[in-house]
């Protein structure tokens, strides 16, 4: 499981503040329309934001990674 939290460059404690930032940043920079080369990693990034920008599904990513068991 990739670690969303990694892909985006923020620490598990990062408000969703700082989440829309660094999705946009990462955004930016990999944009196929920008950067051909970066489609997979931009891919990756929309991902990671698409979890963690909903707080729902945050928690149940959070839940997930602290007890993979569950």
Do not use: W
Request: glycine share 6%; no cysteine; hydrophobic share 25%.
């Amino acid at each position: 499981m990739s670690n969303y939290y990694e892909i985006l460059g923020v620490s598990k404690e990062a408000s969703q503040d700082e989440i829309k930032k660094a999705y946009k940043k990462l955004a930016f920079e990999y944009h196929p329309d920008r950067n051909p080369e970066g489609t997979d990693k931009f891919k990756d990034i929309a991902g990671a934001y698409d979890t963690l920008g909903d707080e729902n599904k945050r928690r149940d990513y959070d839940n997930k990674l602290n007890n993979p068991f569950a």
